[in-house]
């Protein structure tokens, strides 16, 4: 890290992954609490930034709107593991700025692909999904995310803060809005409910954000979802997705702060 002279870092371990994703990250893959605590401190010793990603589904329900001072957590494992990562990065740099979000858009490499390609990619080829209609989220498209963090690094703000979008919806909905925006059929889609016990898994209950602090520090709009899946659909036909896709990426293990 220390090559690369770096003056703000971003580290997005398991919680930067949409919990709405079928296809979930190794949780065991690391020590995550004491690789984001290394990151963390390596990088207020090198005088640069920090931020980490972390995760709407530290929360469940039935509270709706989760504020940062919020308390109905989610009890299972990868929740408690988060929450006990946000801690260790705050302890080893408490001016470290950790976002609590739900990030969605194109991924980098196939085998990052989350809803947004399985939606496409299934209706575009007839196929059939099932997902979920009572679990609700704030997603907010990554760029739209990206610009936001840009604005509250330039403020050098730091704790917690919340980042969603401007609007509540769940799987279900979200995917009727992306094919009708792709002009998909929606026949393809099926809601259904993961009753009580899925409820209580990670990402499984109410993980909607109240963004009203970032919002008024920044004095910046979060988008609706409809305008989130425009810009989508905009980056798909424009060529951004495949020019996206085509980059070579690195990805840089955690352990090596």
Known sequence: MLASQPDWVVFCGPGSVSSWN?????WSSCDWPRAAAEWAEAA??????????????????PWMFHRETGACFCDSAE???LRQTEQAV????????????????WAPLPELAGLPEQIVDTLTN????????????TPILVTDLAGVLEEAHVKK???????GGGERVNPFRFACLLADQFGLPLAGLNA????????????????????????KTLNVPLPLIR?????????????????FQSESFTLVPARAA
Do not use: K, M
């Not at 705050?90 to 858009?105: I, S």
């Not at 905009?234 to 495949?242: A, E, L, N």
């Open 79 to 81: 929740a408690r593991l």
């Open 192 to 215: 259904h409910d993961l009753g009580a016990n899925g409820r209580r898994e990670f990402g499984g209950g109410e993980t909607s954000l109240q963004s009203r602090r970032i919002r």
């Open 90 to 105: 705050l302890t080893a740099n408490p001016q470290a700025l950790v976002v609590r979000t739900n990030a969605f858009g």
């Open 157 to 163: 703000l730091a704790g917690i803060h919340h980042i």
């Open 227 to 243: 305008e989130a899946v425009t810009q989508l659909h905009d980056q798909h036909v424009s060529g951004y997705r495949d020019r």
């Open 126 to 137: 007839d196929g059939h999904l099932r997902l979920d209609c009572q679990r609700h989220a």
């Open 22 to 26: 079928e296809q979930r990250p190794d």
């Open 44 to 61: 207020r010793e090198w005088g640069a930034e920090f931020t980490l990603i972390s995760s709407d589904a530290v929360f469940t329900g």
